[in-house]
């Protein structure tokens, strides 16, 4: 069984489009995360939610909305695509030690 | 605000030369984690390291801790194809509990 699951996997879609990204995690874990990975590899944490609740907000476009409907899902939905969202999205959860992380979903925005 | 810099950004290395990188806090960590990331892979757990000075081995892979916690280093002996990846240090500060992502140093190996 896979940890820390994604979907999808990949994701090609045009400007302007609405977009959803699911993850799942079933290692019971309280905290979950959202990183998005650019081009050059850097890891940026975007969001990250305790128990359904957001701790973590970075300075991320309000045109991506996360939702945790319970402490084992937390989804990031995105409007109005940019080419500069091209990215691989990364979720993880961790339990207060270190972070287990999803497979990714490479997002391409044309 | 926290920041993780983590040098040298590429390194390319014949097998069986050695292979170091190393990972500088803006601020006192609370502990300093590894993580590596296979070609077309995500990122997996390594090690952490909590003590101030403290030193861990996993076989070739040798992991220290700064004694002030701002800085720590990865060390690969003898470097081997497997090796390939980026490396990735994360740390995290006690003020804020949030996970620091270094930029990673991505190694190749010539076999």
């Known amino acids: 069984d896979t940890a820390v699951s994604q979907t999808p996997k990949y994701l090609v879609t045009q400007m302007g489009n609405d977009k959803s990204i699911k993850c799942e995690q079933n290692l019971g874990h309280d905290t979950m995360y959202w990183y998005k990975q650019d081009s050059k590899k850097f890891l940026k944490i975007m969001f990250s939610y305790n128990n359904k609740e957001l701790i973590i907000n970075e300075t991320v476009p309000n045109r991506f909305s996360p939702k945790s409907p319970d402490k084992a899902h937390l989804n990031l939905h995105i409007n109005s695509l940019e080419l500069g969202d091209s990215a691989v999205y990364f979720c993880a959860s961790s339990q207060g030690r270190w972070a287990f992380f999803g497979q990714g979903t490479r997002l391409t925005v044309v | 605000g926290q920041q993780v810099m983590q040098i040298p950004q590429y390194q390319h290395v014949q097998e069986g030369e050695d292979f170091t990188t190393y990972c500088n806090s803006s601020t006192t960590l609370s502990n300093i984690q590894w993580y590596k990331q296979r070609p077309g892979g995500h990122p997996v757990f390594l090690i952490q390291l909590v003590k101030s000075g403290e030193v861990k081995k996993q076989k070739r892979l040798t992991f220290q801790f700064g004694e002030a916690k701002k800085n720590s280093s990865l060390h690969i002996t003898a470097t081997q194809t497997t090796d390939v990846g980026t490396y990735f240090c994360?740390?995290?500060?006690?003020?804020?509990?949030?996970?620091?992502f270094g930029q990673g140093t991505t190694l190749q190996v010539k076999p």
């Open positions: 994360a740390g995290s500060s006690s003020n804020t509990g949030k996970l620091i």
